[in-house]
């Protein structure tokens, strides 16, 4: 089991923007080898993959999302990021990070393997 922990969730007006983080801290983990994912779960609804980068940086995005949010990864961190702009109240979720079962770009939940603890989002019409 891969340690993860995201940061940078919070309250946010709708238009706004936040920045999630997620470090994978621990040893054993060789970060720069898989993909990482960011999956959102609404109150009510599934899990939802919204975005996706593989170990060569290759992404993938939800349509929900696409042109508004941007992943990318800092392998020397050992982070992966996700900003978000233009955010809509429909954005509100419990937003997690989610480590890949091999460096492919991932588009499934079931690509991933390792799954942090979440991070809040809301967004306020």
């Known amino acids: 089991q891969v340690q993860l922990v995201e940061s940078g969730g919070g309250l946010v007006q709708a238009g706004g923007s936040l920045r999630l983080s997620c470090a994978a801290p621990g040893r054993t983990f060789t970060f720069s080898n898989y993909a990482m994912g960011w999956i959102r779960q609404a109150p009510g609804k599934e899990r939802d993959l919204i975005a996706a980068?593989?170990?060569?940086?290759?992404?993938y995005y939800a349509d929900s999302v696409k042109g508004r949010f941007t992943i990318s990864r800092d392998n020397a961190k050992k982070t992966v990021y996700l900003q978000m702009n233009s955010l809509k109240p429909e954005d509100t979720a419990a937003y997690y990070c989610a480590a890949g079962r091999s460096g492919y770009t991932a588009n499934a939940l079931g690509d991933f393997a390792s799954w942090g603890q979440g991070t809040q989002v809301t967004v306020s019409s």
């Open positions: 980068i593989s170990r060569w940086s290759v992404t």
